[in-house]
């Protein structure tokens, strides 16, 4: 019954890939702008990677060059590809979704998050 599913967290070495993923119901992914964001120990959640429903995308300084964000509309899914990753970069990672007519229109969606965690 979840609106957004994140899966594809766990553990990495440092310099090594992962990718996400966050399953979206089809009445929300039609038509909601997408994004992941992340919370690590004793820090406040930070946006890292947002993609509209047209493609647009943007980035967190921290992970442009190295994250991609991208959307598969036949499945619903969004996918946060991370590549050269450093200590760093663990967090909580979630997925959110946002109106693109404003929160007048809809409310925000989140997930409940997967741990990502980047060490030897």
């Known amino acids: 019954q979840e609106q957004l599913v994140e899966s594809g967290g766990g553990l990495v070495q440092p310099g090594g890939s992962m990718r996400l993923s966050c399953a979206a119901s089809?009445?929300?992914?039609?038509?909601?702008?997408m994004g992941w964001s992340r919370q690590a120990p004793g820090k406040q959640r930070e946006l890292v990677a947002h993609i509209t429903k047209s493609g647009y995308t943007n980035y967190a300084n921290s992970v442009k060059g190295r994250f991609t964000i991208s959307r598969d509309n036949a499945q619903n899914t969004v996918y946060l590809q991370m590549n050269s990753l450093k200590p760093e970069d663990t967090a909580v990672y979630y997925c959110?979704?946002?109106?693109?007519?404003?929160?007048?229109?809809?409310?925000?969606?989140w997930g409940k998050g997967t741990l990502v965690t980047v060490s030897s």
């Open positions: 089809e009445s929300i992914f039609s038509i909601y702008n």
């Open positions: 959110n979704a946002d109106h693109p007519l404003g929160a007048a229109y809809g409310r925000d969606y």
